[in-house]
């Protein structure tokens, strides 16, 4: 691949709606827009998922800036290669920085595809043409904003209700919710708000038959997780535990959890997540893919990676606009009654709204090869 140019775009979007966690609020989202372009006028696009405080993980939009600039593009401007696998291997001399690790390597997945005239889907070895989606919600003012809310997405037939629970809003949050969805598949995420210490109160959630229990306890551990596992029924699913390969082989080795949620972001890019998906399918582990509140761009790489065969439960991919007003792809991503249709089109399959990419757009850099 003769790559000529690497733009990083800055943008910023506003969310529909703010999203809560049990870290923090998100409204506005600022992140990077990797296009790379290559001899023959290809362009492959990226997007970098890290938020702008680090709270979800250590990266923030100002770090993914710096690592980009000043280590990960050098570094593809100094040595030979060929194809987006090895990317992952050259990044390897620098330590962590996944989400923009993840970014660069996901502009150069693209743009091989569209050289190769094949899908992004395909170039990674995806199969499904259809995806299952479910919705996460944010944690919601009151208990009657996030019913209607859920009755919304249950109305549009999204597969799965994802909800937040922190201390203070769980028990009796997940006993109101399940007594109006008797049969609903509903899961929580608690975004690492609890110790050991409240084991008897996560105990409580086995009476409410939950798909999974998203990252209970602490984003670095894997040690407590396997103790809590052997605790409760509610099948442990772990998000920012899981940053690597090694990561989730010793999790699974451990009996931390019986679910992956795997975010391209968090483990360094598409590589590294098929590699983990290949893992979890030979050991009987659950997978699906999360999602870090993605534009277009990023939105459409989960697309391509939710299409791997093993990827068996619905994944936080939503809509377009469940997000956003107006997205940076044409067509926006569209939800069929829980379904997203993978594209088959060169590459990611959506066209960059260039009129959309420039309204938001606040700085723009390029690195010459
Ligand atoms: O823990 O999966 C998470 C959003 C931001 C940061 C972390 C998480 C989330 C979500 C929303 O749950 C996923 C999405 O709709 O993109
Ligand atoms: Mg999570």
């Avoid at 990083?8 to 049990?22: A, D, I, V, Y």
């Avoid at 362009?43 to 702008?52: D, I, L, P, R, T």
């Avoid at 979800?56 to 987006?84: A, C, G, K, R």
Wanted: aromatic share 8%; glycine share 8%.
């Amino acid at each position: 691949i003769n790559v000529k140019t690497i733009h990083l775009h800055k943008l910023k979007m506003r969310l529909n709606h703010p999203f809560t966690t049990s870290f923090g609020t998100v409204q506005d989202k600022e992140f990077f827009i990797i296009e790379a372009v290559d001899d023959k006028a290809n362009h492959g696009y990226g997007e970098s998922v890290a938020f702008s405080t680090p709270w979800y993980t250590e990266e923030t939009v100002m770090t993914t800036e710096h690592i980009m600039e000043d280590f990960l593009i050098p570094i593809l401007q100094q040595n030979s290669w060929n194809h987006p696998k090895e990317i992952h291997q050259l990044f390897s001399s620098i330590k962590q920085n996944n989400m923009a690790k993840a970014a660069i390597e996901g502009a150069i997945w693209d743009l091989y595809a569209k050289r190769e005239n094949i899908s992004l889907s395909q170039a990674i070895g995806g199969t499904k043409s259809e995806i299952d989606v479910g919705i996460s919600l944010g944690i919601q003012p009151t208990t009657e904003e996030l019913l209607k809310k859920i009755n919304h997405y249950v109305q549009a037939g999204y597969k799965r209700v994802k909800l937040k629970i922190k201390p203070g809003q769980d028990i009796d949050l997940i006993r109101e919710v399940r007594s109006h969805y008797p049969n609903l598949p509903i899961m929580a995420d608690a975004n690492s708000a609890y110790t050991l210490k409240d084991i008897d109160l996560l105990k409580q959630l086995d009476a409410f038959d939950l798909m999974m229990i998203e990252q209970p306890l602490g984003s670095d551990d894997i040690v407590d997780h396997a103790k809590l596992q052997k605790a409760i029924n509610t099948p442990i699913c772990l998000d920012e535990s899981i940053t690597s390969y090694d990561d989730a082989r010793w999790a699974i080795e451990l009996g931390s959890c019986k679910v992956i949620n795997i975010k391209t972001g968090r483990v360094g890019g598409l590589t590294e997540a098929k590699r983990i998906h290949d893992l979890c399918v030979e050991n009987n582990v659950d997978i699906w893919c999360g999602g870090m509140l993605e534009a277009g761009v990023g939105r459409a790489h989960n697309i391509a990676l939710s299409s791997l065969a093993g990827f068996n439960l619905p994944g936080d991919t939503a809509g377009s606009s469940h997000y956003w007003k107006e997205d940076i792809i044409k067509p926006e991503v569209i939800v069929d009654n829980g379904v997203i249709h993978v594209p088959d089109g060169p590459g990611i399959g959506y066209d960059i709204n260039h009129e959309k990419l420039e309204q938001f757009m606040m700085a723009s850099k390029e690195f010459h090869f």
